[in-house]
């Protein structure tokens, strides 16, 4: 069994302020109302993109939520979740989560900084590349199931269709 360290890290700088400049200097929206937690809206190809950085001290990890606003009706929430699961399966960083209370599909992931690591601008970065990646790659399933009516594996086959060439 391992057992955690107790002991608290001075940290040269706070791990949200290294986001905060991040978003300072790609212009984008942001909100920061409390030490330990940052909220920006970047825009994507198909919808405004919700992304919070939270600094959670006691695990020592800088935490990315992604969300978008997905207004799923009560009868396509199952297969909504049926393809949160399928897309899952795929991912190799992060994953996805559907809260149904708030209609949102959010990409989920952490950057683990024990021992008093420090986070970098190109790490943040990543993060948050990755995410918005993600939630690009896959917003048009979603779309498939609630809109088209498509099941979770049609939607994802659909959506990950890649043409090559020209024509």
Same mark, same amino acid.
């Given at each position: 069994?391992?057992?955690?360290?107790?002991?608290?890290?001075? $940290? @040269? !700088?706070?791990?949200?302020?290294?986001?905060?400049?991040?978003?300072?200097?790609?212009?984008?929206? +942001? =909100?920061?109302?409390?030490?330990?937690?940052?909220?920006?809206?970047?825009?994507?190809?198909?919808?405004?993109?919700?992304?919070?950085?939270?600094?959670?001290?006691?695990?020592?990890?800088?935490?990315?939520?992604?969300?978008?606003?997905?207004?799923?009706?009560?009868?396509? $929430? @199952? !297969?909504?979740?049926?393809?949160?699961?399928?897309?899952?399966?795929?991912?190799?960083?992060?994953? +996805? =989560?559907?809260?149904?209370?708030?209609?949102?599909?959010?990409?989920?992931?952490?950057?683990?900084?024990?021992?008093?690591?420090?986070?970098?601008?190109?790490?943040?970065?990543?993060?948050?590349?990755?995410?918005?990646?993600?939630?690009?790659?896959?917003?048009?399933?979603?779309?498939?199931?609630?809109?088209?009516?498509?099941?979770?594996?049609?939607?994802?086959?659909?959506?990950?269709?890649?043409?090559?060439?020209?024509?």
């Amino acid at each position: 069994m391992l057992i955690a360290s107790e002991k608290q890290f001075e $940290r @040269a !700088e706070h791990p949200v302020d290294i986001v905060e400049q991040l978003a300072a200097s790609n212009d984008w929206s +942001f =909100d920061r109302e409390d030490e330990d937690e940052i909220s920006i809206v970047v825009g994507g190809a198909w919808t405004e993109y919700h992304v919070a950085f939270t600094w959670l001290p006691d695990i020592e990890t800088l935490h990315i939520s992604c969300a978008f606003d997905l207004k799923a009706p009560e009868r396509r $929430r @199952a !297969e909504v979740v049926a393809l949160v699961g399928a897309i899952n399966e795929q991912m190799w960083v992060g994953h +996805f =989560d559907f809260w149904p209370k708030e209609g949102v599909v959010m990409h989920r992931h952490g950057l683990l900084l024990s021992g008093g690591a420090q986070p970098s601008a190109p790490q943040c970065t990543a993060l948050l590349d990755h995410a918005l990646k993600a939630c690009e790659r896959h917003y048009q399933a979603f779309q498939f199931v609630l809109w088209a009516g498509k099941s979770a594996r049609d939607a994802l086959e659909t959506a990950n269709f890649e043409t090559r060439g020209e024509a």
